[in-house]
């Protein structure tokens, strides 16, 4: 078939599209009844457990102390009964590699009882422990072949759940993935050990505001997850989005975003249909989605949960994840999670919302009604201020990866530089604050916390800065760089752990001052307060993040500006880093370094398969196709000659000139690819970043400009016009 044929097939497939599946319908079964219908919830657990072993398991779900051991034969029980209840043949533990995917390997429950038949078995044992042949997972020389055991290990905190497939459904339970010797090989494990480090540096906080009622103070998390949508025959016509996941050739659409007509506008039919559907899938699993609309780019969605305790909202935005992709093959869709899909069309991000938080005071980031609530509010947005700045290029390497490159600082998403959106009224507060004197500000009088002149304080954030990568947003920090196919474990690890060491110092520097005089605490936590101010004030930054001047002042700032993987990720090496993670016991030096490895490889890996499909492309579909083009062009030339009429020779040596550059472009490309011998991934990962990917934007551009000559019918591939507006 040739590559016209396809592309017509393709539009003929979209026009034609008539769904498969029966319609939902609410109205016989409301959504009430179908949140949580798969989920092994509380409500299960109290209605199927004895009293003392609910107890139990509860106080290790909200307190975080130590499971007992014999409880978990009880919930085994209980959770296979559930199971096999609702259809599951078999259970998985369930984890996330490093691979920022989910994994899963399946076990049957089935035992044969001795007898010729068969019970279903389930024990506290294999609940809590699971030993998958994880030897090919990523593991940056933690674990090697001859000792391959990784173990998986329940993660009590969150719910286990069934996952149905149309011929069976089966268990599902959230683990971490620890190698034998206990070193985390996965996204889950440090994320639980940074929550346990914030709430202990939060807890001395509260205490000083007389806030120890024992409640955890957990971190929380709400991802705004960003998508592309488009047919699923275009799809399968583009080796470099099945194979890389964004396209590395395709010249601009005649239309774009310009228009902004897409943003907010009414959701196509099939799209919505798709919606609906997946967020029935993810209510039965109990995941809260509350938001769905258009973005900016033609063809982009975005969906949003409720926001939840970090380490359930992390495990539910893999199951968004997963959920968009498959449902959207049920409507003859492909979901793009990439980060850039298309070249010259905004990207897609994953927003982070970020607080901290205890069940009676909310939100730590909410600045509360009295000025008592104010300085405790005040004091942890100080510390938050003054981590972003000690460890921005921290929170850049978090959210380094190939896709992401395409996108931080690329006009449309925040700039790798890190910097701190308040708001006019927080900033003012602080800088009076800082200057311990009034100032021209809303606030009239001395300003002291603690007395009553404090303003109150903004629960609405006001001004929605959208340029800055960290901003202050009411009650939380919304943290905009993530990228929208990252697991969101990295940058709350990353945020929970920064936090944690601000929070520790502001406690130390405070518990001196006072010598444990509290009347000496509101004078205390202004002195901290205005001495965070003075040091870190330089990461506050309210005005455009695009602008040109920005990036030239955020270096007469000494803000870093990281381009690229390359340059961020070598940060898990660095001396402070290391000291910040190990002194808060969330990786070792051995864990971080492996990591690093990985990410890296991980790059250099993306970017030769990008370039691996680019010269397939090019050399198989682009090159032909506009020789043959040539050829006609060549032919019709001579033809009139012959007739002594006016040739087409200016747009034959127009094509000629550009398949003679995408040839050399792709010799170039290849040469390069070739090379293979690096002293260590580091080498590899920036040769690809400086060399490579610059190559292959040269074979693009000759490609793309043939696109724009060749004609229509012999072009192989479906264009962005087709794509991204055919739906
Ligand atoms: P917007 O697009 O205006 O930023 P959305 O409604 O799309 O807002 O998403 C906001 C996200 O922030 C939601 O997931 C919401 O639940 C979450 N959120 C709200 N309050 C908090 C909070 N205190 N902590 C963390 N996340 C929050
Ligand atoms: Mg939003």
New binding site residues.
């Given amino acids: 078939m040739s590559g016209y044929q396809s592309r017509q097939n393709a539009i003929n497939a979209v026009n034609n599209y008539k769904r498969t599946t029966a319609p939902l319908n609410f109205t016989e079964t409301p959504p009430t009844e179908v949140f949580g219908s798969n989920v092994f919830s509380e409500k299960v657990m109290r209605k199927m457990l004895p009293k003392d072993i609910f107890k139990s398991i509860k106080k290790t779900i909200k307190h975080g102390t130590k499971l007992d051991p014999a409880v978990a034969d009880y919930v085994a029980a209980a959770m296979k009964e559930w199971a096999v209840s609702k259809g599951a043949t078999h259970y998985t533990h369930v984890f996330y590699p490093l691979t920022g995917l989910t994994a899963e390997k399946h076990d049957g429950f089935l035992s044969p009882d001795g007898e010729g038949g068969a019970i279903a078995e389930f024990s506290g044992k294999l609940l809590i422990q699971g030993e998958p042949d994880a030897s090919s997972f990523p593991n940056g020389g933690i674990r090697t072949t001859f000792e391959a055991r990784g173990y998986t290990a329940w993660d009590v905190t969150n719910p286990a759940y069934i996952l149905e497939n149309p011929n069976g459904t089966f268990l599902c339970i959230p683990t971490c993935f620890v190698s034998w010797t206990g070193e985390a090989l996965d996204k889950k494990t440090p994320l639980m050990r940074s929550s346990q480090a914030m709430n202990k540096q939060a807890q001395r906080i509260l205490k000083l505001f007389g806030n120890d009622n024992g409640e955890l103070v957990v971190s929380?998390?709400?991802?705004?997850q960003e998508y592309f949508l488009i047919d699923r025959n275009f799809f399968f016509s583009r080796p470099d989005l099945l194979v890389s996941g964004r396209t590395v050739f395709g010249s601009k659409p005649a239309k774009g975003q310009e228009f902004d007509d897409h943003y907010f506008g009414a959701i196509p039919r099939r799209v919505l249909s798709f919606m609906m559907d997946v967020e029935h899938e993810l209510y039965k699993l109990g995941v809260p989605i509350?938001?769905r609309h258009n973005e900016v780019a033609p063809g982009q969605f975005?969906i949003?949960?409720?926001?939840e305790q970090s380490n359930l909202a992390t495990d539910h935005n893999q199951m968004v994840m997963t959920t968009l992709k498959t449902v959207a093959k049920k409507h003859g869709m492909a979901c793009l999670l990439h980060e850039k899909p298309f070249a010259g069309i905004n990207g897609s991000g994953k927003?982070l919302?970020?607080?901290l938080?205890t069940p009676s005071l909310g939100?730590l980031?909410?600045p509360g009604d009295t000025p008592h609530e104010n300085a405790q509010f005040l004091l942890v947005c100080a510390a938050t201020i003054r981590a972003v700045h000690k460890y921005g290029k921290l929170l850049r390497a978090v959210v380094a990866s190939a896709g992401n490159d395409h996108r931080l600082g690329a006009n449309e998403a925040p700039p790798a530089i890190l910097s701190v959106y308040l708001g006019d009224q927080l900033t003012s507060i602080l800088n009076q604050i800082k200057e311990g004197k009034v100032s021209e500000s809303k606030c009239k009088e001395n300003l002291k916390i603690g007395v009553d002149t404090i303003p109150p304080l903004p629960r609405d954030a006001g001004d929605?800065n959208r340029t800055s990568p960290f901003a202050f947003?009411g009650?939380?920090f919304?943290f905009r760089a993530v990228g929208s196919n990252m697991s969101i474990a990295g940058p709350q690890v990353a945020l929970n752990t920064m936090v944690a060491e601000s929070l520790d110092y502001c406690a130390t520097k405070i518990e001196e001052i006072t010598g444990g005089d509290c009347k000496k605490l509101h004078d205390a936590v202004e002195q901290v307060i205005r001495d965070i101010m003075k040091e870190h004030e330089a990461v506050v930054f309210n005005g455009d993040g695009y602008s040109e001047e920005w990036h030239k002042e955020a270096e007469k700032r000494g803000l870093p500006n990281l381009r690229n993987s390359a340059e961020a990720l070598p940060v898990l090496n660095d001396p402070e880093v290391i000291e910040l993670f190990t002194k808060y016991e969330v990786f070792t030096e051995r864990e971080l370094d492996s990591r690093r490895e990985i990410y890296l490889e991980q790059y250099s890996q993306t970017l030769r398969t990008e370039a691996a499909v680019c010269i397939k492309m090019g050399t198989t579909q682009i090159f032909p196709a506009a020789v043959r083009y040539q050829n006609e062009l060549a032919q019709t030339c001579a033809n009139l000659k012959a007739i002594g009429k006016d040739s087409v020779s200016l747009t034959l040596d127009d094509v000629t000139a550009k398949l003679r550059g995408l040839q050399t472009s792709l010799t170039e490309l290849e040469s390069i690819l070739a090379k293979e011998d690096f002293a260590d991934a580091l080498e590899e990962a920036k040769y690809l970043c400086y060399t490579l990917l610059p190559a292959m934007g040269k074979v693009r551009e000759y490609a793309d400009a043939l696109e724009e000559v060749v004609a229509d019918d012999l072009w192989p591939l479906p264009s962005y016009q087709e794509m991204l507006f055919i739906k």
């Fill in positions: 929380n998390a709400g991802p705004e509350k938001t975005e949003a949960p409720l926001y927003h919302n970020y607080s938080s939100s980031y909410d929605r947003t009650n939380r919304e």
